[in-house]
């Protein structure tokens, strides 16, 4: 024979809505409430044992002792229906409570609502807002006309609209006979789809309330743009992002404090490339332990030789033949290359891509080797290109030391068939010259990535927002300009007291420049793409905006040179986030969020901040 359990649970059979199970034993019980938000596990429950056997002859122990009370009267009615069935369910919203208490919050938080039609016996139950959120109605019955009043006021006034995610067209159940009056409509939805609730009519005695229609509800999206917008026209598509980043060369050590500042997507700056040094002796690199850092924390890494092994080399000086010098064995080289790969990945680093030289066209004294743009390109396509063709790893080239040196080693590359079969990114260093549009290289089916700079306009340390807001206008040029896919600033941590490095020599902390570079990275994540803007933008004020096509998440960076706040309104054409948070990079903040800002009709305002940087981030 059933235990008392089992026979509260046949009792309580019938399904509630969404979220609220029928009862509190059940393992699917207990597993939607704990979906039900942070604060389920008060939820409300099933009467206690004690009050198990609650029945209608027991209503006078309820407070307020009124036996001929009409509301009373219309539960004991219903005891047995599918409404009071719902009320007896698990509500997740309600504390434990007498069973009358349980059933005024229920429709009062809307919380259990469903919707089943009126009998002579008893009202209708009503049904919810459209949208997440659910909610109880009510229909009066003609057993007591304020009885339908109850629950048509209390369900169908205070039904919850639409969430913020998907919204629909609410209805709600009109109000009952007699004195039932008539129940309001579900409130707003605040999705871009949800709806406003119609307001129910009363209903006829002896018969349910209709229900009220949902109405139209305020839309994120839609209207149109003015001359002062500027419009973020997302079907605008340009070139796909890869990722920011920047390099260790040299280095050997990292906390993991500073892996997370650099690295991280929710505390730090979220770079997501990473570039390390091929050491020409030992054919490893000093960075291992960097790497390894990085691939923890889903970086990509990626490897430049500024030098073939000194036996690989004619013409070459300094101490260990690692000055200049041209090429002589190309095959040796390439297989020095391939088994680095080999190694780096039987350390736990797959690399992304190699680099055939870093600046060929460089006069240094440094490590280094001298090449052509034709000599690079001959290396590359009969030498290094089958050597790493079953390695995994993509070549990349030419490195060139500034866009003055870019286009001859480009068109080099570009002209010769097997070097241009083996090579997967085109690159370039930004030290001279101005940033250009290559599409050629797109079109090919090649990305192009910038793979070093750094600010060279003063050599005076400046880890401040001067030499920040000057990285960001290099990021911002090489994306617009020259439609780049990837970009990298050189060194993470400084040789000297300059501007060359992400951290600060003096203070031995991250500077502005990190968190500039952030405004892109961290937000603007690999495969966004960057899309098209239009208007007339304020003096002193960049934008550039950023998709996802995944799942339409919109970045929008907005630079900010002027030394006041700089009002702008922004436009999105297509599909517009419902509210853009702010993530703001200026004199006080390094890369702080701020609230959020509502979206109506596709527009939405901002003032940026005096020398900052400003990522507006949102999804629709």
Known sequence: MPDKTERRGARLAAAGPLGCPTTRDSAAGLSKMRANGKNAHRACDLPTESDDSWHCTEMPQVPSQLPSDPTRRTLCAQRQSAAWRTVRGFNPLCPSV?????????????????????????????????????????????????????????????????????????????????AGGSGAGGAAGSSSTGGTGGTGTAGAGGTSGASGAGGAGMTCGGGSSTASDIVINLS??????????????????????????????????????????????SGHTSELNIAKLAVARGVTVWATPWTPPAADKTGATGNN????????????????LADFVTYM????????????????????????????????ASFVGTYMGPALANSGAKIMAPETQNWCGFPSFESAFMSDANAAKYTSIIATHEYGCSPKAYPEIQQAGKEFWETEIYDTANNTADPGMGSALRVAKLIHDALTIANMNAWHYWWVYPSSADNGALWDKSS?????????????ARFVRPGFVRVGTSG?????????????????KVAIVAIN??????????????????????????????LAGKAALPVSSSRFSATLAAQSVTTFVGSP
């Not at 190699?354 to 080797?369: G, I, L, R």
């Not at 030394?563 to 990079?585: D, R």
Request: charged share 10%; proline share 4%; glycine share 20%.
């Open 98 to 178: 007498s069973p009358i208490s349980a059933l005024l919050c229920c429709l009062a938080l809307s919380a259990c609502g469903s919707s089943s039609p009126g009998t002579g016996a008893s009202g209708g139950s009503g049904s919810a807002a459209g949208g997440a959120s659910q909610g109880g109605g009510g229909g009066g019955g003609p057993v007591a006309g304020s009885g339908g009043a109850l629950a048509g006021s209390a369900g169908g006034t205070l039904a919850a609209g639409g969430s913020a995610v998907a919204g629909g067209a609410g209805t709600t159940s009109s109000g009952g006979t007699g």
């Open 236 to 281: 605008d598509v340009h070139q796909k992002i890869s990722g920011f980043g920047a390099s260790t060369a040299w280095g050997s050590t990292m906390s993991a404090a500073d892996a997370d500042t650099l690295w991280s997507t929710t505390t730090g700056a979220g770079l997501s490339l990473h570039r390390i040094r091929i050491d020409y002796q």
């Open 321 to 336: 033949g690692e000055v200049e010098g041209t090429l002589s064995n190309g095959q040796a080289f390439a297989q020095f």
């Open 345 to 376: 990945k039987g350390q736990g680093v797959n690399i992304y891509a190699v680099s055939a030289q870093n600046e060929p066209d460089a006069n240094v004294t440094y490590e280094s080797c001298k090449y052509t743009g034709p000599q690079l």
């Open 508 to 520: 031995g902390k991250a500077s502005k420049r990190l968190w500039v570079e952030g405004n892109f």
């Open 536 to 552: 007339t933008v304020p003096s002193g004020v960049s934008i550039t905006a950023y998709k996802n096509p995944a799942d339409g």
């Open 561 to 590: 040179t002027n030394q006041s706040g700089t009002p702008i309104s922004l436009f999105t054409s297509g599909a517009a986030p419902c509210s853009m948070t702010p993530w703001v990079t200026d004199t006080n903040d390094s």
